[in-house]
């Protein structure tokens, strides 16, 4: 089992910057891919990005690509989401997520991804 802890959310203002922090534990693999997604309401949850633990390799999604930042420290198992300059549209819950099986084609597949956190709201004001 792999444990998955999110905090860093919170109310900002639009152009304004965040920092999610995943905290993993548990059983973890070197393979392991993590991977940041959210949902607003009404809304099916959808990719935000993602890292492999070993590689390095990192995928976004078009709507974040320039403006958000995935990073890992391995040596606390712990991976990042640095958002900058936010908009009223970013607002919803983070859940940060890990799979064994994500490789960089798959790795924005909500499906390959066996454990899950519970969640940090995240809001952006106009």
């Known amino acids: 089992q792999v444990q998955l802890v999110e905090s860093g959310g919170g109310l900002v203002q639009a152009g304004g910057s965040l920092r999610l922090s995943c905290e993993a534990s548990?059983?973890?693999?070197?393979?392991?891919?993590m991977g940041w997604f959210r949902q607003a309401p009404g809304k099916e949850r959808e990719f935000v990005a993602a890292?492999?633990?070993?590689?390095?390799?990192?995928r976004y999604s078009d709507s974040v690509k320039g403006r958000f930042t995935i990073s890992r420290d391995n040596g606390k198992n712990t991976v990042y989401l640095q958002m900058n300059s936010l908009k009223p549209e970013d607002t919803a819950v983070y859940y940060c997520?890990?799979?064994?099986?994500?490789?960089?084609?798959?790795?924005?597949?909500?499906?390959?991804?066996?454990?899950w956190g519970r969640g940090t709201q995240v809001t952006v004001s106009s």
């Open positions: 548990g059983r973890t693999f070197s393979s392991t891919s």
């Open positions: 890292i492999k633990w070993n590689t390095g390799d990192i």
């Open positions: 997520a890990a799979s064994s099986r994500a490789g960089i084609l798959s790795m924005h597949i909500r499906n390959v991804y066996d454990y």
